[in-house]
């Protein structure tokens, strides 16, 4: 795999990798938030990481236990590209 580092070309949101074909995708955690995602990500009904730790942060302040759910629901099931998201990164400080 070669890596070109004067490429204009597109990185998907969630997994960060160049891709062809990126298709624009409103995210389910951040209103008004749009995304470019690959079709990996798209079917795996992912979402970045910073926007889940955003999300869950914006619950917690907001006390929406609802919300929140969904936020926890997307780290259980590992919808998200890189490290795992700990507890204590949506503590809001
Ligand atoms: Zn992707």
Do not use: H
Request: one cysteine or more.
């Amino acid at each position: 795999m070669t890596m070109t580092s004067n490429s204009d070309q597109a990185v998907c949101t969630v997994c960060r990798k160049q891709k062809n074909e990126l298709r624009p995708r409103a995210s389910r955690l951040l209103a008004k938030s749009q995304w470019l995602l690959c079709g990996e990500c798209i079917a795996g009904k992912k979402e970045p990481r910073f926007a889940i730790i955003m999300a869950g942060r914006m619950m917690k302040q907001q006390g929406n236990q609802e919300g929140l759910k969904i936020v926890e629901e997307y780290i259980r099931l590992g919808r998200y590209v890189g490290d795992e998201i700990l507890a204590k990164e949506l503590v809001v400080t």
